[in-house]
Every structure is written in structure tokens, then in C-alpha cells.
């Protein structure tokens, strides 16, 4: 068996089997895979961001990982985080924002482009709705915001067949590959796959200056 073969049916284990659905920071429940945890650790470390925009808030212990690692690095950055849906008990930190909205909206885009425009470094991180239209609007409304050499993070690309949950239908991979058909200033950072489990395959896209 090939070795990407073997990755690829570890992955496909390793994600049924839910494990990563009782994954945890500070007691509070993260849906990430621990490899992506440590590869946005060593990005904001490189960039350090002042502002990081992400869509899909849950329960809000990606938005607190990502606070604490902004303390740990002494940052001025700070997250504001899109849902449509309000949570009981997510966890509170002075540099989150919560915001209660469609990520789409025109007034939701209102609102991080005058957040944006404050900021030197932005990053943003696509975890919301994970259709492949939806996906695709938000890579269209979202790039502008990405500063050069940061990032636009598009999570759960691995589901529809790459390599798990080959039922799931047209997502963000897919989103992906359309979007840069038309955006040649965002290339795909493969250094990000280096521990070759990734829930975001082809999803780094890191904006070319």
C-alpha cells in the first residue's frame, strides 16, 4: 500500500471513529483535529495577527484556543466570531467578539469591513456552513479582507471523498477548486499538510503579495 494510501485510511478512521468531536481546550469542546490546532499555532506566530475573522462559532473553544495563543504571544490581535446561532456558556475573553449574524449578510460584511480596515495583519477562517455555495460566496466576500501573506483558511475540505465522509455532497473542496479557477493572487500553502492528516486539505491558502 501506498503511503498516501495508508494516510488517507488512517484519516478516514481516525474521523469516523468521532474522537475528534470530544477533542477539548481548557474544557471546552473543539472540533479541530490537533495537527491543524499546532499548524495555527506556528501561522499566527509568523504573521501575528491583529485581527482574526472566523465564521462558525459553535461553542466557542476555537475562538478561546485562538485568544489564549495571542496571549501566549503578547499580540495586540484580537477575533471576532460569526454565527447564527447563540450558544449557552461560551467561553468569554476580552479579545472575543461574538456576533450573532449570517455570515453572508450584507450587514455582517458591513461590519468586518470596519473592523478590517483598523487592522494591518488579518487572517480569516472559514468554519461555518460547509456546502459548497455557501463555502464559495463566503471565499468571495471573505478574500478581500485577507492581508498579503496572511491567510484564508477554508476548514472540513477533507469531507466528500478527501479523503472522508464520501456522502456528504459538494463542499468546501470543491469550493476551493472553483474559487482559485478566478483568484490567482491566493495559492494553496502544501507546507501546511505537513503532518499529513489535515482536516483542511488544500484549504491553507495563503495570499500572494
Known amino acids: 500500500m501506498k503511503n498516501d494510501e495508508v494516510v ?41 495577527p491583529d485581527l482574526i475573522i472566523e465564521t462558525g462559532t459553535w461553542q466557542g473553544g476555537s475562538a478561546l484556543y485562538m485568544a489564549q495563543l495571542l496571549d501566549l504571544m503578547n499580540s495586540n490581535g484580537k477575533i471576532i466570531t460569526i454565527d447564527i446561532e447563540d450558544f449557552p456558556n461560551r467561553p468569554q475573553h476580552d479579545r472575543i467578539t461574538y456576533y450573532k449574524g449570517s455570515s453572508v449578510a450584507e450587514e455582517t460584511i458591513e461590519m468586518v469591513a470596519n473592523e478590517a480596515k483598523k487592522s494591518k495583519t488579518v487572517l480569516v477562517i472559514l468554519d461555518s456552513d460547509h456546502s459548497k455555495d455557501h463555502v464559495l460566496k463566503e471565499l468571495e466576500l471573505y478574500n478581500q479582507f485577507v492581508s498579503d501573506n496572511s491567510y484564508l483558511i477554508v476548514e472540513d475540505s ?50 500572494i503579495a
Open 8 to 48: 488517507n485510511a488512517f484519516h478516514d478512521f481516525y474521523y469516523k471513529s468521532g474522537v475528534w468531536e470530544q477533542t477539548k481546550w481548557m474544557g471546552h469542546t473543539i472540533y479541530k483535529c490537533p495537527f491543524d490546532m499546532w499548524i495555527y499555532q506556528e501561522i499566527f506566530f509568523e504573521i501575528k
Open 158 to 207: 477533507n469531507v466528500n471523498g478527501h479523503p472522508t465522509y464520501p456522502e456528504f455532497g459538494p463542499g468546501p473542496m470543491e469550493s476551493i477548486d472553483a474559487f482559485l479557477e478566478s483568484n490567482k493572487n491566493f495559492k494553496v500553502d502544501e507546507s501546511r499538510e505537513k503532518f499529513f492528516i489535515t482536516f483542511n486539505p488544500r484549504g491553507y491558502l495563503k495570499k
